[in-house]
Structures are given as structure tokens and as C-alpha cells.
């Protein structure tokens, strides 16, 4: 074929393929005739993942020209879920979520090529945050964060607010997209923690243009409890225990040592009261959430609120009441164990073995703190009689241990025996008139009940019969042991017997004179002094001064000395009474005392400032003595036993010092008047003094005259003084 031909069949087919092309392919678009598209709105613009998003707008596929439609947030492509429109365009939120700008991308062919334009980037979609369902326990006012993811939303979030159901809003920190820190309040809560978290709806991060608040749950807030401390480490029943810190709640239990307790909650403290059954060991406090709180441990000490006898003897049960003293434990007496009987929190009962000592009385309990009565329980014990036989009449000493100085009483036989004296370790009593023995006499007992003591102690006795009135007895004498000599009467005023071997000298009058009813009686002067005599028995009560004088407003020591049946009597109870002073600044110390190991009470009188006699008494049960003290001032005439007497207020006839000072004084006031008496019938009259101006000279006869009355005026005077200066110098020796 020749060239020309191929050539032209070679063109040909050219225009038919280019005619061919031009059938089948679009025909190109110019750039200028289609416009960017338009994002109009995205809905919803606040979604989770797995939702699907719709897109409006304009010039999505520019026409339905475009080769090419894409979608992306924040730079993300999505999956196109449905065919775009020029309008709409579909697509589904990822599973990891997405935020920011949503953008529509189109392609469209023009000559020799492809163009491609994309939509405004003002329309955000912003995902919801996920926050992890944990539940957090801060103490009071601690911090703690939420875990979660979104919580930026793509750093398009404008606010976020917390709260925890009734306790109110919570404080927010420091925000990442998977973490928001909050801080607990400052009490117990106990509450779901919301978070509610607001986004812009556009990218310029417009203010006022907010897409719509979404709250979500961010699990749970239980405020674990901030402990402070017991109150004290240890408690007595009834005494209250309080414990501090923050986050109790307003509600919960509490157990001491594994048992309930009651107790009073609020949020910054607990407190309880512990009960007489409370045993030591761990408090436990559970809040009304079940938390439970360890608050450490107490010590329950035991106490003791009475004993049911403060003296025994052994054999006698004590039964010890209190609180504290748990399942079990041990009692001892000055150091020496009592067997139990018996042992509650409340009460345990004891019996005295034989060999224990009085002292302080110690509970122990098995796990309670010990308590310690001092001197809780006297032990006491009947020694012996002395004698162990008696007519009535016949004083009867009971020697033991024991007694103490508050008297009790004795029977014996069944009669009440006068106590005489009563010590710790010695009481006498008389024995009383007893008819069914009166005859023959008999064997019987003696009872002693000793104030506060569990049990009366008794002693075999032996009553011997009155017997028949002999010429050769005295009546009104006895003999210590079985000798009668009458039941004595006691005086009620002094307290002394008025009949018998202790009775006064004059009958039923006592030896000493009685004090008023306001004070002792006040007597300037001697005062006649008759102490009774001492009456020869198995008890002798002796008061011995330091002094018989001293001068006024000065101390005088004095001694009670106190026996019986030749031994000293211990812890017998001693008055002293002021009978008779000479003025009331007198005293004496102490008034009551309690005679020592030696059986002695030791005083002092304060002598009054006025001089005079101070008469004392000393009395024990019913033995007494007297004596008496002077102040210096006054002499003492009278002797012993005697009366004493001065010029004022005396019984008559004065001291010689007293007579001589009286004299003294007398005369020198007759001498002194007497001179004075001879110088004024002596002296010149008025008008004789003219005449010595006339007559200077006096006559030889005169002068003799003159010179004598002028010596004896002049002795007179001097004798006067001397004897004034003699009563002066004596007065001041009898004050010394």
C-alpha cells in the first residue's frame, strides 16, 4: 500500500478515536464554575462514638460533577457512610472518638487535570467524655483525680464542673483529655461523682456560642476517715473517752475489747462512756458505711466505790463493790492474798485467812489496771481478858488489836458493859449488874462490836457473884479483877462516874469545874485548885505540863501519858478542855488527839496575855486529869491542893509581895503629904514679905527656928522617894 494511503487511513482513525473519547468521557469543568463547598452545620455536634454524624451544607460534590468527595475532624479522615449529596454527607464516629474542625474535601476533573476545594473549618464536632467508673476515698480535703478520655475534647473545652451528690460541688485542678484532678471536701461524704463539662461550637472558641452542657457519672467518692487519738490511754468506768479526727460521718458503732459499746458520732469526733463490765483492749469504731477504724487501744482501770466493812477478823467474808474488775483477778490485803469467792465486773467477795495484816486493800484485776483502797481493811483481833473473871462493879480490860479510837460498845452476857476507855488496843469496861448471875455467878461471854467491822468479836468470860458486904471492905474501893465496889453512875456533864472507885472526893460534884456552855469560864485572880485523887486501878490517865508557870502570852508544852493494866494504851481518843483562864486569847492544842505507841498525846497551852491561873483537863472515856498553869503575876498562897488568893478578885489576904508594894506606896504618899503640909503652915504670909524689905536681917532666935523645919521638910521628901523607889525595885522583882 503506498504511503499516502496509511497516512490517511492513520488520520482517520485518529478522529475517530478523539470522537469516540469525546462521547464517552465528561466533558471538563472550569475551576471558575464551581465553588468551594459550605459547612453549614453538623449534627449532632456534641456525639459519642458509634454515632452517626450529619453534615449540611452546600457544593459537597460540586454539582454531582466531582470525582472525589472526602470528610475529615481535626485532621482525621472518616468513613463516608452513605452517598454524599451536594447537600449532606453521612459518616460514623470511630470507636476512639473525635473532636475538632469538620472539614468537606471536593475533586472535580478539568482540562488536562483534577482540582480539589475544601469547606470552611467553623464547625467543630465534639465528642462526649467517657470517665471510668472508680470510686475514690481521699481523706477529708485530700485530692484525687477521674480517669477517663475526652475530657479536653480535642482542647475545645470551655468549663468543667464537679460535684458529689449531697455534699456539694468539689474543686477542680488540672484537666488532660484522660484525667481531671478534684479535691474531697473536708467531711465524710460518701456520694457519685458527676462531672459536667461544657465545649465551644466553634473553632474561634466563641464564648458565646456554647454547644449544650453534658454531664456525666465519674464513678464514686467515699471520704476514708483522717484518725486523731484517744482522748487517754486509760479510763475508769463512768469516765468518758473521746476520739478525734475528720470523715466519721454522723453515724456508727464501737466495741471495746470485742464487746459493744455505746457511743456519740459526728464528723470530727466519737466519744464514749466506759461501763462498769468494760474490759481492757482495742477500741473499734465502724462508720455507718462499714469502714472500719482502728482508734488503738484502752486501759479500763478498775475502781473501787465501797467496801462493806472497813475492820474484820479472820474468817469474815468483805464483799468489795466497783467497777472494772473484769472476768477475774486477785485481792490482796498488805500484801497478803485473800481467797475469792466470789468475782463480777461490779462486785467481788473476799474472806480474811488467819495471819493477815490490815493495810491497803489492792484489787488486780486479770486484764484491768489494779486499784488501791489505802488502809483499806483493819484486821482485828481479841487477845486476851485481863482478868477473864469479874464480879459487877470490877473493871475488866480487853487487849487485842484492832479496835480503832472511834468507840463501840461491849456486852457481856447480853447487858451493856460501860465502856471506860477505848484504844486500838486496849478497852476498859465494867462489868454491869447481872441478875441471873447475881447469886452463884457463871460462865458466859463477852462482845466486843467494833464500829465499821464485819463481825463482833467474843471472848469466853467468867461472871463471879456479888459477894456479901464484909466489915473489912471499903466502900467505894475495889480491887482490879473480881473485887466489886459498885456499878459507877456517870455524870453527863463531865463524863466522869459520880460514884464508885472513880468517883470525886465530894460525892457527885466533879473535881473541876466545868466549862460554860459558850467557852471556859474567864476568872482574873488565883483560882482554888482541887484536882481529885488519883483512885488505884487497872487504868491511869496522867496529864504532866511543862511547867507549873511562865509568863502571860507563852506556850506551855504538856503531856497525856495513857495505861492500862500496866501496858500503854494505843489509839485512844484524848479531849482537852480550857476550864479556867484568865482571859479568852487563852487556847489550847490540839483539842482532840490519839495517843501514840507509847500511849502519849502531846500539847501545847498558849498562856493569855493576862496573868492568872489556866486550869486544863484531859479526859479519855471516863478517866480524867487536871492541872493547872500560872501565868506569872500573880503568887500562889495557897499550897498544895490549897487555894491561892490576890488583892483582886481574891478570896482574902493578899500576897506578901502584894502587902509590901501596897505599904510601900502608902507611905510614901503620908510622907510626901506630910512635908507638904509643914512647908504650907510654915510658909510667909503676904504681907511679911514687905517686912523683910524693910528688915533684912533675921533675929539669931529665927534663924535657929528655920533651920531645923527646913531640914525635916527636906528628909521628909527624901524618905519619901527612897520608899517609893523600894516598892518600884520590888515590884519589879516579883514580875521576874
Request: net charge neutral.
Amino acid at each position: 500500500m503506498s504511503r499516502r494511503i496509511v497516512s490517511a487511513l492513520t488520520c482517520a482513525g485518529l478522529v475517530a478515536g478523539v470522537a469516540a473519547l469525546q462521547l464517552v468521557m465528561p466533558r471538563p469543568v472550569e475551576a471558575a464554575q464551581c465553588g468551594a463547598p459550605h459547612v453549614s452545620s453538623v449534627s449532632p455536634s456534641l456525639a459519642s462514638p458509634g454515632q452517626t454524624i450529619t453534615v449540611a451544607g452546600s457544593g459537597f460534590t460540586c454539582g454531582g460533577q466531582a470525582n472525589g468527595v472526602s470528610i475529615s475532624v481535626g485532621g482525621h479522615g472518616q468513613n463516608i457512610s452513605a452517598q454524599p449529596t451536594d447537600t449532606q454527607i453521612q459518616f460514623v464516629v470511630p470507636s476512639g472518638g473525635v473532636a475538632g474542625s469538620v472539614v468537606e474535601t471536593v475533586s472535580y476533573p478539568v482540562l488536562l487535570g483534577s482540582q480539589s476545594q475544601s469547606s470552611n473549618t467553623d464547625r467543630l464536632l465534639l465528642m462526649v467524655p467517657v470517665a471510668a467508673n472508680n470510686t475514690a476515698t481521699p481523706g477529708p480535703g485530700g485530692g484525687f483525680t477521674v480517669s477517663g478520655s475526652g475530657f479536653t475534647m480535642g482542647g475545645f473545652v470551655q468549663h468543667i464542673g464537679a460535684s458529689a451528690g449531697s455534699c456539694g460541688g468539689l474543686s477542680v485542678g488540672g484537666v488532660s483529655d484522660t484525667s481531671v484532678a478534684l479535691t474531697a471536701p473536708g467531711s465524710y461524704c460518701n456520694q457519685p461523682v458527676g462531672l459536667s463539662i461544657t465545649g465551644y461550637a466553634t473553632s474561634t472558641k466563641n464564648a458565646t456560642i456554647l454547644t449544650n452542657t453534658v454531664g456525666i457519672g465519674a464513678g464514686s467518692l467515699n471520704v476514708a476517715p483522717s484518725p486523731g487519738g484517744l482522748s487517754t490511754g486509760s479510763a475508769a468506768p463512768g469516765d468518758l473517752v473521746s476520739f478525734s479526727g475528720a470523715g466519721y460521718g454522723g453515724s456508727g458503732s464501737a466495741t471495746l475489747d470485742g464487746a459493744g459499746i455505746g457511743s456519740n458520732w459526728s464528723d470530727n469526733s466519737i466519744s464514749f462512756t466506759v461501763q462498769p463490765n468494760s474490759t481492757s483492749g482495742a477500741v473499734v469504731f465502724t462508720r455507718s458505711d462499714g469502714h472500719v477504724i482502728n482508734a488503738g487501744n484502752l486501759t479500763v482501770n478498775s475502781k473501787v466505790t465501797g467496801v462493806s466493812a472497813s475492820r474484820a477478823q479472820e474468817g469474815d467474808t468483805i464483799t468489795i463493790a466497783g467497777a472494772g474488775f473484769g472476768p477475774g483477778g486477785s485481792v490482796s490485803l498488805g500484801g497478803t492474798g485473800l481467797p475469792v469467792k466470789s468475782w463480777s465486773p461490779t462486785s467481788i467477795a473476799v474472806t480474811i485467812p488467819a495471819g493477815t495484816n490490815g493495810g491497803d486493800l489492792t484489787i488486780s484485776p486479770s486484764n484491768d489496771a489494779p486499784f488501791t483502797v489505802p488502809n483499806g481493811i483493819a484486821v482485828m483481833h481479841l487477845a486476851g481478858l485481863k482478868p477473864g473473871d469479874g464480879a459487877p462493879g470490877a473493871t475488866i480490860g480487853i487487849t487485842g488489836g484492832g479496835f480503832g479510837s472511834n468507840k463501840g460498845s461491849v456486852t457481856i452476857a447480853g447487858v451493856n458493859a460501860p465502856v471506860t476507855i477505848w484504844g486500838d488496843s486496849t478497852i476498859a469496861v465494867v462489868v454491869p449488874s447481872i441478875p441471873k448471875y447475881a447469886g452463884n455467878g457463871g460462865d458466859d461471854h463477852i462482845v466486843v462490836n467494833v464500829p465499821g467491822a464485819a463481825s463482833a468479836m467474843t471472848a469466853a468470860f467468867h461472871v463471879d457473884p456479888v459477894p456479901p458486904p464484909s466489915p473489912s471492905s471499903t466502900p467505894g474501893q475495889n480491887t482490879p479483877g473480881n473485887t466489886p465496889g459498885g456499878v459507877p453512875t456517870i455524870d453527863p456533864i463531865t463524863g466522869l462516874p459520880t460514884s464508885g472507885p472513880s468517883a470525886s472526893p465530894n460525892g457527885n460534884a466533879p473535881s473541876f469545874i466545868p466549862p460554860s456552855s459558850n467557852g471556859p469560864i474567864i476568872s482574873i485572880g488565883p483560882v482554888p485548885f482541887h484536882p481529885a485523887p488519883k483512885t488505884s486501878g487497872p487504868v491511869n490517865l496522867v496529864l504532866t505540863p511543862g511547867s507549873q508557870s511562865a509568863d502571860p502570852g507563852q506556850d506551855v508544852p504538856f503531856t497525856v501519858t495513857l495505861t492500862a493494866f500496866g501496858q500503854p494504851v494505843v489509839g485512844a481518843p484524848v479531849d482537852f478542855l480550857l476550864v479556867v483562864v484568865p482571859g479568852g486569847d487563852a487556847s489550847v492544842s490540839p483539842a482532840k488527839g490519839v495517843t501514840d505507841a507509847q500511849g502519849k498525846v502531846s500539847g501545847v497551852l498558849h498562856l493569855s496575855k493576862r496573868s492568872g491561873d489556866h486550869i486544863i483537863l484531859a479526859r479519855s472515856g471516863q478517866y480524867s486529869d487536871e492541872i493547872k498553869v500560872t501565868g506569872r503575876g500573880l503568887a500562889n498562897t495557897g499550897g498544895a491542893g490549897g487555894g491561892t488568893d490576890s488583892g483582886v478578885g481574891g478570896g482574902g489576904g493578899g500576897s506578901p509581895q502584894r502587902t509590901i508594894i501596897v505599904a510601900a506606896l502608902l507611905a510614901c504618899l503620908v510622907l510626901f503629904l506630910s512635908g507638904f503640909g509643914i512647908n504650907v503652915a510654915t510658909a510667909r504670909k503676904p504681907g511679911a514679905a514687905v517686912a523683910a524689905v524693910a528688915t533684912p536681917r533675921r533675929s539669931l532666935g529665927g534663924t535657929l527656928v528655920a533651920i531645923p523645919v527646913s531640914a525635916g521638910s527636906a528628909a521628909q521628901f527624901g524618905l519619901a522617894m527612897m520608899v517609893c523607889s523600894f516598892g518600884q525595885l520590888v515590884a519589879v522583882m516579883r514580875r521576874r
